[in-house]
């Protein structure tokens, strides 16, 4: 059974200031095979990095990325890009920038699924998913409902029954925030896809190559 792919949560957020260049850059450097980050689109129209909302009057710091330079890096580094769609009315420019890079692997999520809807008949070609922190009883309605592919749940509501669903529909589990060697084991052998992590140096040594 092939291993979970390994996605740094905001980049190495460990190592280096999370949805940071460096941050990513690191996520790489670690052997991480894709990074998950969080994109706002900010009142200039520009979309950038960042996991909490700016408030008003406030301007993003020399460390918070734009978009771009983030989708830029992930490309030059061979890493797949997971864009949040964090923020309202971010869908568009998102899926723009990612289909301006046909090469570069991505995808988008988010909790807001109506983002998740709008980037399906935007860019339907783009890979989509669904953040979840719940079990609810039909476990893929929300995924299937915008035509998603990756099911990014919270680790404690994954488990067996829910890892099969997924594989009988087509569907990929993407279990996170997941720091644990054991749980990481656990889902390995249950056949989760994806684990989405702060420690990649400890997904590396849990799954080797």
Not at 158 to 182: K, Q
């Amino acid at each position: 059974m092939p291993r979970p792919e390994i996605i740094a949560h905001r980049g190495a957020s460990r190592e280096r200031p999370e949805n940071t260049l460096a941050a990513f850059a690191r996520a790489a450097d670690l052997g991480a095979e894709g990074c998950e980050f969080d994109v706002h689109l900010h009142p200039d129209g520009i979309l950038r990095v960042h996991h909490d909302p700016l408030g008003p009057g406030i301007v993003p710091g020399p460390d918070v990325p734009t978009l771009d330079a983030v989708l830029d890096l992930h490309l030059a580094r061979g890493l797949t890009a997971y864009a949040e769609l964090k923020g309202p009315g971010c869908a568009a420019g998102s899926v723009a920038a990612l289909g301006a890079r046909p090469e570069l692997r991505s995808a988008v999520h988010a909790f807001d699924h109506r983002q998740v809807a709008e980037a399906r008949r935007l860019a339907p070609a783009i890979p989509r998913g669904v953040l979840e922190v719940n079990y609810p009883l039909d476990a893929l309605h929300a995924l299937q409902a915008v035509g998603g592919r990756d099911l990014w749940r919270q680790w404690p509501f994954v488990d067996a029954d829910l890892v099969a669903a997924a594989i009988a529909a087509g569907c990929r589990i993407v279990a996170w925030t997941v720091n644990d060697a054991a749980v990481m084991e656990r889902f390995a052998a249950l056949g989760v896809h994806a684990i989405c992590t702060d420690d990649v140096a400890l997904a590396r040594q849990v799954f080797g190559a």
